[in-house]
């Protein structure tokens, strides 16, 4: 004999079966169509972010702020800052390093003297006995040094990047540590003007409970 509520459950049972059957995958004729209807998809809807310009940039961030005292500080800062320093030296190193690249694609004169001295004075300049004067010159056919030419040069340009961003980091550091102090600042004496206000309730109230109402 059957349990009454027993069908039911059998019934819904095959009911939430059939509806988690998966689909069947797409043949290669509808994967085609849909990636022809892609690619005719405009790019340039409204989701795309707008462009900022170039003029919408601060560089001059820190003059924003019309603080003289803060400027002060961010100018300590930089010329003090020990960092700063050994990425000065950094810029100047990779400066130099672009000025031989430069220089190795240039014609090199190499001038020699042979000579000697009596000792017991004489003309020093009656030493010089002979000189040879040479040229050399080494025609870049395979681009090795303007290659090197261009890696100095990119390392100049790196280098110097880090030097800017290194500055940049430590004047927003000084003014984040200019502005706490300010709000800190200010926050004491406000806290300093509530006690002298309650200070002077007091002083009221205990008057007014002396005189009377």
Known sequence: MQTPGLIPAALLGMIVLASCALKPPPTRDEIRAQSATLAEADLNGAWKA?????????DNWLGTFTDPQLDVLVAEAIVNNPDLRVAATRVEQA???????????????NLLGTGGL??????VSSAIQGASLGVSWEPDLWGRLRYGREAAQSTYA????DYRFSQQSLA????????????TW???????????AARKLVELAETRWRVGI
């Not at 400066?95 to 004169?109: G, H, N, T």
């Not at 009596?118 to 003309?123: A, F, P």
């Not at 927003?172 to 709000?183: K, N």
């Open 118 to 123: 009596k000792m017991g004075g004489g003309d």
């Open 158 to 161: 790196s280098v110097q990047a």
């Open 50 to 58: 707008a462009e900022v310009s170039a003029a919408a940039i601060e």
């Open 172 to 183: 927003a550091a000084v003014a984040r540590s200019w502005f706490t102090a300010t709000e």
């Open 186 to 196: 200010l926050q004491i004496k406000l806290a300093e003007d509530m006690v002298a």
């Open 95 to 109: 400066a130099q390093y672009v000025e031989l690249a430069k220089a190795m694609l240039r014609p090199m004169i």
